[in-house]
């Protein structure tokens, strides 16, 4: 449960960034006649490093799951090998008593399924696990891209909207300038 809440945190935090990062944008100086826009460049870079520092702090997350994952599948290969290693050294002994031997041989198996069972188990856990943080991280990227994508849609068509007013206003004056020297005899 904290793993999760951590994670939503790290999520609330690069949206908030992503956020700042738009307002910036939004409310950066425009250049006349561009849809370009000035922004202080320092305050984007400290906002790109703060996303950069928050985003491989789930992907070591996801890394640290797939070595606990594998350290598991060792530990229970190591039980199986081991406990094998135990039954036939028991077979060995007590081949001579043959309900002993089936008793063993049954016992072993049990511990054999249980084990792999066991890794399976955490195999498929690990494994959802770093599919879901990732499939998470790649919607939320994808969602940003998208408003970021709107906002910038909207600058430039409220600059296209400006751009046209001005060179219809001029184009205005022109016309009526052109009307008063033709009138001028």
Known sequence: MIENYEVTSRRIEITGLVEV????VEDGSK???TKKVLVD??????????????????LRTAQWVLA????????????????????????????DNHDLVKEATIKAQEIINKAQT???MVKLSARDYADSLLSDLDT???????E???SFKN???GFVQDYNKSFHTTSETIKENIKELREMK
């Not at 994952?69 to 094998?84: S, V």
Request: glycine letters at 0%; charged letters at 45%; hydrophobic letters at 40%.
């Open 21 to 24: 990062l738009q307002e910036i």
């Open 41 to 58: 460049k320092d305050e984007i870079i400290n906002i790109l490093d703060e996303i950069i520092q928050v985003i491989p702090e789930d």
């Open 118 to 120: 066991e890794a399976k």
């Open 140 to 146: 939320e990227i994808k969602e940003r891209n998208q």
């Open 155 to 157: 600058l430039f068509e």
């Open 31 to 33: 250049m006349p006649l």
């Open 68 to 95: 606990e994952k594998d350290r598991i599948l060792t530990e229970a290969k190591t039980e199986y090998d081991r406990t094998k290693a135990e039954v036939d050294r028991m077979m060995k002994e007590k081949i």
């Open 148 to 150: 970021m994508m709107h």
